[in-house]
């Protein structure tokens, strides 16, 4: 099992820009570390009562295994509780209320998720959009885009954190 000792210099500056900025992105290949870092940070505001319940949104199989599989390969991030929001209705509303310290749930799922919390209030105080890429119109209207209400950093009041992750694709890094 990885300790937090492991973490490069370059996660240590990722893991401090999230905490030090309550709306953050970053951008590393694949492979860099983007969520460990994140997760980092996460247990960090979580331990210091800056945050409670952190939402992930992000492609299916990203939100189904690889968050989860973070945590439970790192031994500083072992006690975070990770609710994995899929299957039926029934499961997915199970998982949103589940006790959790972090909630994954797919792009696919979010518009179903908004509307389990009966719309714009839901109980998340840190939002992660991971490979996040700005939805079209259209895909936002299908439920597969960003509600405008999940974008807290642009002229909202919520006292909520929010973070990006990106991973660079040649000239199309969006800034």
């Known amino acids: 099992m990885l ?70 390969a790192w031994s500083h991030l072992s006690h975070l509780r990770v609710s994995v929001i899929k299957g039926t209705a029934k499961q997915r509303e199970a998982a949103a209320r589940a006790g959790a310290d972090v909630y994954t749930v797919s792009r696919d799922n979010l518009v179903w998720l908004l509307q389990m919390w009966g719309g714009q209030k839901v109980p998340y105080d840190m939002l992660v959009l991971d490979e996040f890429q700005e939805p079209q119109r259209q895909e936002v209207q299908s439920g597969k885009g960003y509600p405008p209400q999940l974008l807290p950093c642009r002229g909202s009041d919520r006292n909520t954190r929010a973070e990006w992750t990106y991973r660079p694709m040649g000239a199309n890094v969006p800034c």
Request: glycine residues 2%; hydrophobic residues 45%.
């Open 3 to 72: 300790d937090r000792t492991q973490l490069h210099k370059y996660q240590i500056t990722a893991v401090n820009h999230i905490e030090n900025n309550p709306c953050a992105a970053l951008f590393l290949d694949m492979g860099l570390g983007k969520t460990v870092s994140t997760l980092t940070a996460v247990s960090d505001l979580i331990e210091r009562f800056e945050v409670t319940k952190v939402l992930v949104v992000a492609p299916k199989r990203v939100a189904e295994m690889t968050w989860l599989d973070e945590v439970n």
